[in-house]
């Protein structure tokens, strides 16, 4: 019997009202069964399905039929949950509204309960911390079973880091396809050759700082929570425990630093420019590939992390790609061939394939699409940044501005330098919901505008948010 969480179905049931549950059980589901060959009777395959909404991403289409094609007892059908968007704007389709967007939300939700989304992608359920609330409720099967018995996508062939930061309790419920890191970076003459700072390592090295200097090229409060906090907010959300710790002395830190050294905004959202004149301290900075963390590292920047209580303030980003998990509510043989499926994701030929994906110049040549990720299969990796250090992907001469300019290529010693730096990182990013991330930002913005003090500020965020996560998780 297929397993039901009751608790999932109340929390959701809860998120919005009955007449917009009522009106996503109204709408038809529009199901795609992509099969391509008629020499196996469908009734002996088991079907299973993967949801989507919008436009689906060819590459992924392509892979469903070749799977299909395959005729080994299993299909994969596609359905599309599109119907349930209402647009403000129906000709463009844009402007989804958040009612329409809530009822999908709470659809989706409820068929993967019942068993009826049996290949789930975070990208189906619109917020990651969906998806991460979700593996923590139980809601999918432990990849690790299925990595047992595999010789070519297991522990060893994958990436260990993200891997280790994805499990729960031991077990590993989904797995990005890429993967990237976000971290900060300044250049070596303001911030030193230390990397990934505490916060007290932040302070001292502003207070060496030129007058003038910025933050991710600003000098006001807004922007600077933009940069630098903002990014940090799932540090204070834990979703497995249903808990937030605003409270903590960390926050309340950095809270202050960006309101004491910088100016209010005082005309509103987009009244301060990126500033390129003035020393810029540190900037956000995701690295996806090798060209770019070359780019920056080349002696002139260290990467220092955002600022962390052990020095390790860099953070994983895995919804870059795909990040699959299988339904725990499936029997046996329809997780054996839910793995089948996504396991071709994690395999060396697609990772290697996709990394630097090349298209067609319309010149009867090709180009090469900037890295897409991390491949979190560690040969496809070596090999395709092998490829990069080697000039058979990049060319090292560029023309920026009609002008040609030598940027290099990178090195083994690169390569072996972010696999060293990838090693540093010890939490994987998960954004937080939209409905609390926007309570953080409107009584941060009322404390940098004069109207409440810290300690109401950050009052006002530890109760709501601890109330908000401890409903959802």
Not at 373 to 400: C, H, L, W
Not at 403 to 430: A, C, F, H, S, W
């Amino acid at each position: 019997m297929k397993k039901i969480i009751i608790c999932m179905t109340a929390l959701m049931l809860s998120a919005v009202s009955c007449s917009e549950v009522k009106q996503s059980e109204n709408i038809t589901e529009k199901t795609e069964n992509i099969t391509n060959s008629a020499s196996v009777d469908e009734k002996e395959n088991i079907v299973l399905t993967y949801a989507y909404y919008n436009e689906i991403n060819k590459n992924l289409r392509d892979m469903v039929e070749a799977f299909n094609e395959e005729n080994n007892g299993y299909k994969v059908q596609l359905k599309d949950y599109s119907d349930m968007l209402v647009y403000e704007n129906p000709e463009f389709k844009s402007g989804i509204t958040d009612e329409s967007r809530k009822a999908l939300k709470i659809e989706v939700y409820q068929d993967i309960i019942k068993g009826e989304i049996d290949i789930v992608s975070s990208s189906i359920l619109d917020e990651p911390s969906s998806f991460e609330i979700m593996k923590n409720q139980g809601a999918f099967v432990d990849l690790y079973q299925f990595m047992a018995n595999d010789a070519d996508v297991n522990r060893s062939t994958l990436n260990e880091t993200v891997l280790r930061l994805n499990e729960i309790d031991g077990k590993l419920y989904s797995i990005p396809t890429f993967f990237g890191i976000n971290t900060m970076v300044g250049e070596t003459q303001y911030v030193g050759i230390k990397e990934n700072w505490t916060f007290e390592d932040l302070k001292n090295r502003w207070e060496q700082m030129p007058n003038g200097a910025t933050i991710g090229g600003h000098k006001t409060k807004d922007y600077v929570y933009m940069v630098l906090l903002r990014n940090m907010l799932h540090e204070f959300v834990d979703y497995k425990n249903g808990t937030a710790s605003f409270d903590s002395p960390k926050f309340r830190e950095i809270l202050q630093f960006c309101n004491d050294n910088f100016a209010t905004l005082d005309y509103g959202w987009g009244s301060d420019p990126v500033d390129f004149n003035s020393p810029m301290f540190i900037n956000d900075f995701p690295i996806h590939g090798i060209m770019k963390y070359y780019e920056y590292t080349k002696g002139e920047n260290t990467l220092v992390g955002y600022p962390s209580n052990d020095g390790s303030g860099a953070y994983i980003e895995q919804d870059i790609n795909y990040n699959f998990a299988i339904n725990a509510a499936l029997s046996t043989e329809e997780q054996e061939g839910a793995w089948q499926f996504i396991r071709k994701f994690y395999d060396y030929d697609y990772q290697l394939d996709q990394y630097n994906p090349k298209f067609k110049d319309g010149k009867g040549g090709f180009f090469y699409q900037e890295e897409v990720g991390i491949p979190i299969n560690n040969k496809a990796f070596e090999e395709g940044a092998r490829q990069i250090i080697n000039g058979e992907i990049y060319d090292s001469v560029i023309t920026a501005g009609g002008i040609e300019v030598n940027r290099g290529l990178p090195t083994q010693e690169d390569y072996e330098g972010l696999v060293e730096y990838i090693k540093t990182v010890n939490m994987v990013e998960t954004r937080v919901h939209d409905d609390l991330w926007q309570i953080i930002q409107d009584e941060i913005y009322a404390y940098f505008g004069g109207g409440q003090d810290i300690d109401t500020t950050i009052d006002h965020i530890q109760n709501r948010a601890s109330i908000m996560v401890s409903e959802k998780a």
